[in-house]
């Protein structure tokens, strides 16, 4: 696998300059396209007059000033003389779903992690990432909140569980796990006895196959608070990326995340590639 197409989350948020830049960054390192969609609460090209009454002009300008800014903050960054990108805007809600369905089309979603601080009033719900990640199906690079990061990680974790999602996320990560330079594998309970006689497949064997070798980390027992245990072993091990599966379950008109999966979301430090 290799990506071809990288779409970026933008905002009118401070942080989508950082992931812009990220997203530029791996699309340039990996060869591959950038698309920046802006995607708000309030699309400008979505908001016709009449329907916000008397206070619709003023809301419009605001808008359409932030969705300028963003706008500004992408021309800025593509003055570098490299690669291919282009912008365009969501004019389409519910904005998870609109986003969502373009995704379909890219090899690796660049999203921000949700900043609990931000304005009373912010760009995207809280859930967005959750959302998009369970709407598309397609793999993302969730970028915190606070700090920077190098598009190209030196040293990668797995969370491993034995299961789709956790399979699909490593699948994703596999351009980035074929360039670092260690990537640990971290689990919890042992793997279910093999159901076949003789050599059996496994994650090793199929990661060294596509030439990666890893550091493995078995531990009996998966703990109540693995999620903070997660990130806490990510830290020891100096890792720059932590790829693991989402997990959750539907609910009328909304996605739940499991546990583990939103703890990792809501105090990851470090990015964070997750494929549901």
Excluded: N
Aim: proline share 8%; aromatic share 6%.
């Amino acid at each position: 696998m290799a990506y071809k197409q990288v779409l970026v989350h933008m905002d009118a948020q401070a942080r989508a300059a950082v992931r812009l830049k990220l997203a530029r960054q791996m699309a340039q390192a990996h060869g591959a396209v950038l698309d920046a969609l802006y995607a708000a609460s309030l699309v400008p090209s979505a908001m016709p007059y009449p329907e916000f009454g008397e206070h619709a002009s003023s809301l419009l300008q605001r808008e359409l000033q932030r969705c300028a800014e963003a706008r500004a903050v992408f021309e800025r960054e593509m003055r570098q003389p490299d690669g291919d990108a282009a912008w365009s805007e969501l004019t389409v809600f519910p904005l998870i779903q609109g986003f969502a369905e373009q995704a379909l089309f890219a090899d690796l979603l660049v999203l921000g992690q949700h900043d609990p601080g931000s304005m009373p009033a912010p760009d995207v719900p809280p859930d967005f990432v959750e959302g998009v990640l369970a709407a598309s199906g397609r793999p993302a690079l969730v970028v915190p909140y606070t700090g920077d990061f190098e598009p190209l990680p030196r040293r990668i974790a797995i969370a491993w569980k034995p299961g789709r999602e956790s399979m699909r996320a490593v699948v994703a990560a596999l351009p980035l796990l074929q360039r670092a330079e260690r990537v640990d594998v971290l689990c919890w309970a042992p793997e279910p006895a093999p159901a076949v006689q003789g050599p059996r497949l496994d994650l090793r064997g199929w990661l060294r196959l596509h030439g990666v070798s890893v550091q493995w980390h078995e531990d009996p027992i998966e703990p109540a608070d693995l999620g903070e245990l997660l990130l806490s072993r990510a830290c020891d091990l100096s890792a720059d990326l932590l790829v693991m599966g989402c997990y959750g379950h539907a609910r009328v008109r909304e996605w739940v995340l499991g546990g583990v999966s939103r703890t990792v979301l809501r105090s990851m430090t470090l990015p964070v590639l997750m494929s549901h």
